[in-house]
């Protein structure tokens, strides 16, 4: 299983195309807290010394960031043959899912690297030196990470649908944007009751809200892990299907 998570990051890396993913996704960030003079996400304009803008700028680049990571991972290995003969090595479909699902998160944390950039800057420009809120920063992180291993787990499962990489970027997106913000706005037409409570809690961005306060609650880890799960088994199904 290592080889091939290691085989997936340097294809991604040694793409012209993974490249430009990142840096699109750095500095639309970097536009949005430094240069453009909107003072609920500039944060020289905001007059604050937090980065809270970061966190809730993020999930919605995320909803094409992650799906341009993921587009390529099956659906370029069935567009080419390649599945088949990937399949027949010594390993399970699950390994196969959690390798290509792993190299996927570690290239998220890879774009995620670069923006401690913005908190060691608004750090050292804070009066006094220092003056910010570091716990619930990396609260924010923690749930930022989680969010994207989400977005992961569903364009892993949307690359696996299709042999087109287009068609698998679309269904990323669609899924994560429904998965993030579909159920709240689903729950909004119920207004009160159980099923806007249920749909609510189903709600990615409800849990993500909720370490971005910086309170890390073992009820939002579980349900990150969950839906994570269920997404990778949905994709093993749907490599299994392939054998019936």
């Given amino acids: 299983m290592y080889p091939l998570l290691v085989k997936e990051i340097n294809s991604f890396l040694n793409s012209l195309i993974g490249y430009i993913v990142i840096t699109v996704f750095l500095v639309t960030i970097g536009l949005f807290l430094w240069v453009f003079p909107d003072g609920n996400f500039n944060i020289l304009a905001g007059g604050y010394a937090n980065i809270d803008p970061l966190f809730a700028i993020t999930p919605w680049v995320y909803l094409l960031l992650v799906p341009a990571i993921t587009m390529r991972l099956f659906s370029e290995e069935k ?16 390994q196969v899912v959690t390798a290509k699902y792993l190299s996927g998160v570690i290239l998220v944390m890879f774009s995620l690297i670069p923006t401690l950039v913005y908190y060691i800057s608004v750090y050292n420009i804070s009066l006094p030196v220092g003056n910010i809120d570091s716990g619930a920063v990396w609260g924010s992180y923690i749930g930022l990470l989680l969010l994207g291993a989400v977005f992961v787990s569903i364009g892993l499962f949307a690359s696996s649908l299709a042999d087109n990489q287009v068609v698998a970027f679309i269904i990323a997106f669609f899924l ?49 892990l969950s839906f994570i799960l269920f997404f990778l088994f949905l994709t093993r199904t749907v490599l299994e299907s392939r054998k019936w």
């Fill in 79 to 94: 567009k080419t043959g390649t599945l088949e003969l990937l399949l027949t090595r010594p390993l399970t479909e699950m």
């Fill in 176 to 224: 994560c944007l429904l998965c993030f913000r579909g159920f709240e706005s689903i729950a909004a037409i119920f207004q009160v009751g159980a099923v806007s409570n249920i749909l609510f809690t189903l709600s990615v961005n409800s849990h993500y809200l909720s370490l971005s306060r910086g309170v890390v609650d073992t009820r939002d880890v579980v349900y990150f």
